[in-house]
Structures are given as C-alpha cells and as structure tokens.
C-alpha cells in the first residue's frame, strides 16, 4: 500500500508542476525540459504558490496539515508560496457516527447512551484529526466532545514516513533544497501533529489556559470535564459566540469592534510575557465572540511556551525596535544567543538598521509588528542562527493575531496597544520590584539553604587548603604560579565571604519583614 501511495503522490506533484521547486538548478535544468515536453498538458501558467496549494488539497487532510505549518515558516519559504499556502482550509468531510459510536465505546467501555443523555449524530465541525459534537451530560448540562478520527494515528504515521523519504530524497538530488533543510521542517510538523493525538494533552493545555485567565474578563476558555476524557476522546463545556470573521453580525449585535481588536492584543501579549503559555492556533476558525464582547478560545491542540529569558529578550528587542535603538537589539541578539557570541555588534547594528529604517518611514500604524519580527529572525539565520520552535511559533501567533486585529478594524496601532504592556512588563523584570519579586519566589530555598552555609563555606576552604598544599613547589617559577594562585584562592574566599554575608543580610531583612 505505501508504494501505491508513493507513486500517487508523484503523480500529483509531476500534476501540477512541482518538479519546478526541485530542477530549476541549472544541472538539472535538461530534466526539466524533457518532463514539460512529456507532460505537455499541464497548465504551468497558474502560480507557483497556487499550484503547490491545490497539490497538497488533492493529497489529503494531512498534507493540507503540513502546508499550514510550512505556511508559518517564512524564515524558509518564499513571501508567495507563504501567502498562497495561508489559504489553505483544514475542513474535510466527517466520519460516520458508527465510527465515533465504536471510537467512544472503546475508549470508556461503555454504551453511548450511559456517558451522554443524547448525542447529535451531526458533527458541528469536522478536521483532519478529529471532529466534533454536540451532546448533553447525564445530568443535563451541554457539552462539546471532540472524536479523533479512526485510524488516524497509523494514517499519519504512513504519511510522515513518505514524507520524510521525499524529504531526504530532494535534498540528496538539490543543494537549492537542502538550504531549507526540510526533513528538519518534516520532523517539526511530525512533533506537532503527534501532540494532537493525544487529546488529553489538549485537555490539559485548555485547563492551564483557563486556569491563566480564570478571571474571564476579555477571554473565556472552556471548562474541561474530566471524567469524561480520553485519550481519543475530549468533553469539555460547550460556548455560544459568533465566529469573529463574521464582522456584519458582530456590528448587528452591537459589538464594540475597535476594542474587540485592542482586547485581542492585549489577551496575546498577556498570554506571552505574563503566562509564558499561548495558544499557538489562533486562526479566525478557533475564535468565537461572546455576546458580551468577550473572546472564546477553541481548540488547544497547539501550544506554544517561553522560559523567563526568551520573554526578556522578546521585550527588550520590541522596545528596541520601536525606539529605533539598534545598538540594543545588536546587544540584546548577542546576549540571548540568537546570533553566535562572536558575532560582531557593530556589523550586526548595521544589518538591524539595514532592515528597520526602511521599516519606520511609514506611519507606525502601518508598521507590521508581525513582519517586524520576522524580518529579525531573517536577520539572525543571515548571522548562522536557527531560530528556535518556539520563536517561530510566536511569530505565527503574531500573524494571525495583527491580521486578524485589521480586519477587525483597519486603523488598529499594534505598536501603540502593546507598548504600555511591555514597559510596564519590563519594568517589572528590573529594579527593586523584580528583586523582591525573585526574593518571595527563592525564600522557601534561602530559608532551606541559609543555616548550612557556614559549614558548606567552611568545607569549601578547607578544601582548598588540602589541594594548595598537595602542590609540590620548588622553582622560582613554581614559586611564582604558587603566589598567583593563592591571590585567585583569596579572591575566591573573599567572594564567598560576600555572597554568604549577602545571603545573611537577605535572610534578617525578609525576617524583619515577615515578623511585621
């Protein structure tokens, strides 16, 4: 069966002309021109980008999957190819209800009818991995319960296994491909769609996100039903709200829209630089709008997170950008080590300033944050970087965010709705309020720790002691190695006096504070 879908799968490329993106080197431009006179009928005058778009469509629920993600990568692919596979839908027909009956069977080992009180055998959306439906709990309250497709797992696994094969097969024949690594990008999308087969993990991403925003003031995020989920199987509460591409009926409903655009910068930056969990998916088909004017977040089957260092320097480099302080955002990609740390600051200052001058000649309202940020990661492959997936799923966050905040309303200025957020963000990570902020995070370690210092200060220098002394001396040389090494070991024992004097100091201060 794998042979006959290869073989298919070669078909559809040669179809419409992908042999394009592998024998436009110039060794293998004879090739080319053999294949076009031997498949003259096709239509080569349609657009590239266009063409690779309705290959993966005729190709399946699958390859639809790896031309979104591969859409997000545009640190790889060409601007036309990026915006062309950007259309592409993850809408497939559903399965049949026989098929998620026995899939919700299997998975609880029990009937239908004693898990729900009814079930609509109607899906109300249908994807590539799983469809949903609507349906009521045993004691009356409606839900929504995601099904994963059957099969879907060995389906997935056969076609990621051709698509690896392909991937290293066009690399081995194209140096203009191997550039852009793709069975790297393969193995990316692989770990991607793996999470998805696991929907108590999405289960457990949406009750973190909730849990993050538990206030619900700007975002609501459905409650997760535990008992009721599975590996194959997620119930979770079921929303009301209007899809948020439908912007008449939003208006008709008296939805205030310019704040509706400002609240969904807000609920992103807050997502990144307070939680450092974002939903990494957020295309118009995954939001909905309240009544009330409140997002509601839907499928989390895709996650992004940042440590404590990538969110300082996304916010160091934001505001750099935006006081056109390029020095700053030379420094800062030096120290983040998104460039290598031998990098030069001033070379990489002039290719910042290359970029962004140009950037900040429009009004700021113009301005693309989301390119903004991608053109710094351009900037950084350029310097021998690869940027990491969790960078490059913020910046696909960003897009679908800015884009989706302009089409809401046209004169949304992200650079001004975000700016407040990240100097007060940053603001909070230096100075006093940061400090006292790590101190009540590491006081239950400090507290730990302070009563053993003495002993582990003492057993430090008597360690060095026993190995100063184990050195033979005897040479004028070995006399003046001899005299440098005890400057380093009481310079050592001077610092360690300090960090513990410190650590003293820090200890009563907290104390006194406590005990008042």
Same mark, same amino acid.
């Given at each position: 069966?794998?042979?006959?879908?290869?073989?298919?799968?070669?078909?559809?490329?040669?179809?419409?002309?992908?042999?394009?993106?592998? &024998?436009?080197?110039?060794?293998?431009?004879?090739?080319?021109?053999?294949?076009?006179?031997?498949?003259?009928?096709?239509?080569?005058?349609?657009?590239?980008?266009?063409?690779?778009? &309705?290959?993966?469509?005729?190709?399946?629920?699958?390859?639809?999957?790896?031309?979104?993600?591969?859409?997000?990568?545009? /640190?790889?692919? %060409?601007?036309?190819?990026? /915006?062309?596979?950007?259309?592409?839908?993850?809408?497939?027909?559903?399965?049949?209800?026989? @098929? $998620?009956?026995? !899939?919700?069977?299997?998975?609880?080992?029990?009937?239908?009818?004693? #898990?729900?009180?009814?079930?609509?055998?109607?899906?109300?959306?249908? *994807?590539? !991995?799983?469809?949903?439906?609507?349906?009521?709990?045993?004691?009356?309250?409606?839900?929504?319960?995601?099904? &994963?497709?059957?099969?879907? @797992?060995?389906?997935?696994?056969?076609?990621?296994?051709?698509?690896?094969?392909?991937?290293?097969?066009?690399?081995?024949? =194209?140096?203009?491909?191997?550039?852009?690594?793709?069975?790297?990008?393969?193995?990316?999308? %692989?770990?991607?769609?793996?999470?998805? #087969?696991?929907?108590?993990?999405?289960?457990?991403?949406?009750?973190?996100?909730?849990?993050?925003?538990?206030?619900?003031?700007?975002?609501?995020?459905?409650?997760?039903?535990?008992?009721?989920?599975?590996?194959?199987?997620?119930? +979770?509460?079921?929303?009301?709200?209007?899809?948020?591409?439908?912007?008449?009926?939003?208006?008709?409903?008296?939805?205030?829209?310019?704040? #509706? %655009?400002?609240?969904? !910068?807000?609920?992103?930056?807050?997502?990144?630089?307070?939680?450092?969990?974002?939903? *990494?998916?957020?295309?118009?088909?995954?939001?909905?709008?309240?009544?009330?004017?409140?997002?509601?977040?839907? /499928?989390?089957?895709? +996650?992004?997170?940042?440590?404590?260092?990538?969110?300082?320097?996304?916010?160091?480099?934001?505001?750099?950008?935006?006081?056109?302080?390029?020095?700053?955002? *030379?420094?800062?990609?030096?120290? =983040?080590?998104?460039?290598?740390?031998?990098?030069?600051?001033?070379?990489?200052?002039?290719?910042?300033?290359?970029?962004? @001058?140009?950037?900040?000649?429009?009004?700021?309202?113009?301005?693309?944050? %989301?390119?903004?940020?991608?053109?710094?990661?351009?900037?950084?492959?350029?310097?021998?970087?690869?940027?990491?997936?969790?960078?490059?799923?913020?910046?696909?966050?960003?897009?679908?965010?800015?884009?989706?905040?302009?089409?809401?309303?046209?004169?949304?200025?992200?650079?001004?709705? =975000?700016?407040?957020? &990240?100097?007060?963000?940053?603001?909070?990570?230096?100075?006093?309020?940061?400090?006292?902020?790590?101190?009540?995070?590491?006081?239950?370690?400090?507290?730990?720790?302070?009563?053993?210092?003495?002993?582990?200060?003492?057993?430090?220098?008597?360690?060095?002691?026993?190995? @100063?002394?184990?050195?033979?001396? =005897?040479?004028?040389?070995?006399?003046?190695?001899?005299?440098?090494?005890?400057?380093?070991?009481?310079?050592?024992?001077?610092?360690?006096?300090?960090?513990?004097?410190? $650590?003293?100091?820090?200890?009563?201060?907290?104390?006194?504070?406590?005990?008042?």
């Amino acid at each position: 069966m794998r042979i006959f879908r290869l073989i298919y799968i070669i078909f559809i490329a040669l179809r419409f002309g992908l042999d394009e993106f592998i &024998l436009s080197h110039t060794k293998l431009k004879p090739l080319q021109y053999v294949l076009n006179t031997l498949l003259f009928w096709r239509n080569k005058q349609i657009p590239r980008g266009e063409r690779l778009r &309705l290959a993966l469509e005729s190709l399946g629920p699958i390859f639809v999957k790896f031309g979104q993600m591969l859409s997000t990568r545009r /640190d790889l692919i %060409a601007p036309d190819i990026a /915006d062309e596979l950007t259309k592409l839908q993850d809408q497939v027909p559903p399965f049949a209800f026989t @098929e $998620v009956e026995r !899939v919700i069977t299997n998975a609880f080992e029990q009937p239908l009818s004693a #898990l729900f009180l009814d079930f609509d055998e109607v899906p109300i959306a249908s *994807a590539s !991995v799983a469809q949903v439906h609507f349906a009521h709990l045993p004691h009356g309250e409606p839900v929504a319960v995601k099904v &994963l497709r059957p099969n879907i @797992e060995n389906t997935i696994a056969h076609d990621l296994l051709l698509m690896d094969t392909m991937a290293w097969l066009l690399q081995s024949i =194209s140096s203009e491909v191997k550039r852009l690594k793709p069975r790297e990008v393969v193995a990316e999308f %692989a770990r991607h769609t793996q999470s998805e #087969l696991d929907l108590t993990l999405e289960a457990a991403n949406c009750s973190q996100l909730g849990r993050n925003f538990s206030d619900k003031t700007k975002l609501i995020v459905p409650e997760v039903h535990w008992d009721w989920c599975r590996k194959e199987v997620m119930v +979770m509460q079921r929303m009301h709200g209007t899809p948020i591409s439908q912007r008449d009926t939003l208006l008709a409903k008296g939805i205030d829209i310019p704040k #509706l %655009a400002v609240d969904g !910068v807000e609920i992103f930056f807050t997502q990144v630089f307070r939680d450092g969990f974002f939903h *990494a998916d957020m295309h118009p088909g995954n939001i909905q709008v309240a009544d009330d004017g409140r997002y509601i977040a839907l /499928d989390f089957g895709i +996650m992004g997170s940042l440590n404590d260092t990538d969110k300082y320097y996304l916010a160091r480099n934001f505001l750099a950008f935006f006081n056109r302080d390029y020095r700053d955002v *030379a420094q800062a990609h030096i120290e =983040s080590g998104w460039v290598p740390a031998d990098t030069k600051r001033e070379e990489l200052e002039t290719a910042v300033r290359a970029i962004c @001058e140009p950037i900040f000649d429009k009004p700021l309202k113009d301005i693309s944050f %989301a390119r903004t940020l991608l053109s710094l990661f351009q900037m950084a492959r350029r310097f021998g970087v690869i940027i990491q997936p969790q960078l490059i799923m913020l910046q696909k966050t960003l897009l679908n965010i800015e884009g989706l905040g302009r089409e809401l309303d046209p004169n949304l200025d992200l650079w001004k709705s =975000s700016q407040p957020f &990240l100097t007060r963000w940053m603001s909070e990570q230096i100075g006093w309020r940061a400090l006292l902020k790590t101190v009540k995070k590491e006081l239950p370690h400090i507290a730990k720790v302070l009563p053993e210092m003495p002993r582990l200060a003492h057993q430090f220098l008597a360690q060095t002691n026993q190995a @100063e002394q184990s050195i033979p001396l =005897s040479s004028a040389i070995e006399k003046l190695i001899e005299a440098q090494q005890n400057q380093a070991l009481w310079q050592k024992r001077l610092v360690i006096a300090i960090v513990i004097l410190a $650590v003293v100091e820090i200890g009563l201060v907290i104390s006194s504070f406590l005990m008042h």
